[in-house]
């Protein structure tokens, strides 16, 4: 079933639990509203809920493990926890386990919340480890968790800082699809590989603490350190469990032949640099999550990815499916296709944004200036004054095809414009059509410059150039909106 967004809050108890609280006293002494609304108030327990676990033989193997994987502590905290607590004979015949797994399972049985039967029904339950509980209603007073199902005669054991209900079968947290992925072999290392190119390192100055100077006087920290993944935080939060994806997975072999096919564009794989090949697995994988948890029978004809590119259900063949993951579904790819329409688009330099542009001298002005015939509301101009004066642009993942430039910005000052390319192999600056004069030109009128072919795929510098004196030498200045590259086979002239 098609989940645009599963996770819902905890419906806690609310205002009758408010009530409750205030009848009771530090030994969890049940008021008449409770009693009233049980018919027979449950046993009066002071210890806490660790020690409550423990009086109770049937959970003697939970208790043992909540010591053995550190809980004894938190449990004892004066705070409010609930628990579902399975059975010893739950304990037999479960799978091999490492203790940081064991860890995990247990932090799963494990609420910060207060949870009392009559709060029962079809919701999902934030753990302690992060992770969600699905507590369906599987009849009239009937509950279960998972493949668990909640014993209602040996529910509501209370005590000062807990609730404790009784649950036949093991809770076992499915990964979700971060972890699942990170988990698989390496015959998918190259979508592990693309996951892994995102982390960034860096020192929290807020969080460090600085201890002294080096001899050069520079402040020396005791280091905090943080990472950070763009593709993580920013585009899809594949560990995050509050939000569903499906995933699309495809080995290594599938990669391989997707990128041979698209080479062309990109070159061989293996000639390529770490930040070039990292920019191309960003355009490979730029279908292989979308938002929302789909089944392979509940898959639209078309979906959306995460990064705004259009998934054909009829391009996708699978090997396995319907995996299902804390925080969504996973479907194995039987093979992969890397749409042209990923890649073939037109790149927009909106000049007046600071990032990924330089000038050639940084004592002349530069500043945005707001006009609303501009792309973006906006053009950029650059105060500087004679020939030769330059704004340079990076960008990235540009193809190895022929380009077409178009540049526009409005008709102030007479200088004659010049658009230009490195070239990769001798690194000197190749124009790109004539000299344009942009008094001439009109106002925000688009020019083609020409057309330029790249032979590799990558990271480019671009720049726009003074190349002609005024009559007044020393008074040039450069005004431009944006430039554009639109690559051959989508040209329009």
């Known amino acids: 079933m098609s989940r645009s967004n599963p996770y819902r809050k905890i419906r806690l108890a609310g205002s009758l639990m408010i009530l409750v609280i205030q009848g009771l006293s530090p030994s969890c002494t ?48 004066n705070q409010f926890f609930t628990l579902f607590v399975p059975v010893n004979d739950a304990f037999d015949g479960m799978a091999e386990y490492t203790d940081e797994e064991w860890e995990r399972i247990i932090g799963f049985h494990i609420l910060y919340s207060r949870l009392f039967s009559h709060d029962f029904a079809d919701q999902e339950l934030l753990t302690y480890i992060g992770k969600y509980l699905d507590m369906n209603a599987s009849g009239e007073n009937q509950y279960s ?27 076992i947290p499915k990964p979700n699809l971060y972890e699942y992925i990170m988990a698989l072999d390496t015959s998918y290392s190259i979508l592990q590989d693309f996951l892994n190119s995102m982390d960034k390192r860096f020192i929290d100055y807020d969080k460090s603490e600085r201890i002294g100077v080096d001899d050069n006087g520079n402040a020396i920290y005791d280091t905090i350190w943080r990472e950070e993944n ?28 997707a990128l041979d096919d698209v080479s062309v564009y990109f070159g061989a794989i293996d000639d390529l640099d770490e930040e070039t090949y990292s920019q191309l697995l960003f355009i490979t994988f730029s279908g292989s999550f979308t938002g929302g948890a789909y089944f392979k029978d509940e898959l639209p004809d078309t979906l959306t990815s995460v990064t705004g590119k259009t998934i054909e259900r009829a391009n996708l063949q699978f090997t396995e499916t319907d995996l299902e993951m804390s ?19 037109p790149i927009t330099i909106e000049c007046e944004r600071r990032q990924n542009r330089s000038v050639s001298n940084t004592i002349y002005p530069i500043e945005q200036r707001n006009d609303t015939r501009a792309s973006d509301g906006a053009y950029v101009w650059y105060g500087c004054q004679f020939v030769g ?10 193809l190895k095809t022929t380009y077409w430039i178009v540049w526009s910005g409005p008709k102030l000052g007479p200088s004659h414009y010049q658009i230009s390319v490195r070239n990769e192999e001798t690194g000197a600056f190749v124009p790109v059509g004539d000299p344009v004069d ?50 051959d086979e989508i040209y329009v002239p």
């Open 145 to 171: 968790i998972f493949e668990s199902r909640i014993n209602m005669e040996n529910v509501d054991n209370f005590c000062q800082n807990g609730v404790v209900h009784e649950l036949e079968q093991m809770l």
């Open 327 to 345: 925080n969504g579904v996973a479907h194995f790819l039987g093979n992969m296709l890397i749409p042209k329409s990923y890649f073939l688009l």
């Open 230 to 257: 763009y593709f993580l935080d920013e585009v899809a939060g594949l560990n995050n469990e509050a939000e569903p994806y499906t995933g699309f997975i495809p080995s290594n072999p599938d990669v391989r032949e």
């Open 389 to 398: 004066d330059y704004i340079e642009f990076t960008v990235n993942m540009v």
């Open 30 to 77: 049940l008021n008449d509203s409770w009693e009233g609304y049980y018919h027979s108030g449950p046993q009066q327990i002071e210890n806490n809920v660790l020690e409550l676990i423990g009086q109770n033989q049937n959970f003697s193997r939970f208790h043992d493990a909540l010591i053995r994987y550190g809980y004894d502590e938190m449990l004892t905290r």
């Open 438 to 487: 942009n008094w001439a030109k009109g106002n925000f009128n688009p020019v083609i410059s020409g057309s330029y072919t790249f032979s590799e795929f990558g990271t480019k510098l671009v720049r726009i150039t003074i190349v002609d004196e005024l009559p007044l030498v020393g008074y040039n200045s450069i005004y431009v909106d944006y430039i554009k590259l639109i690559p």
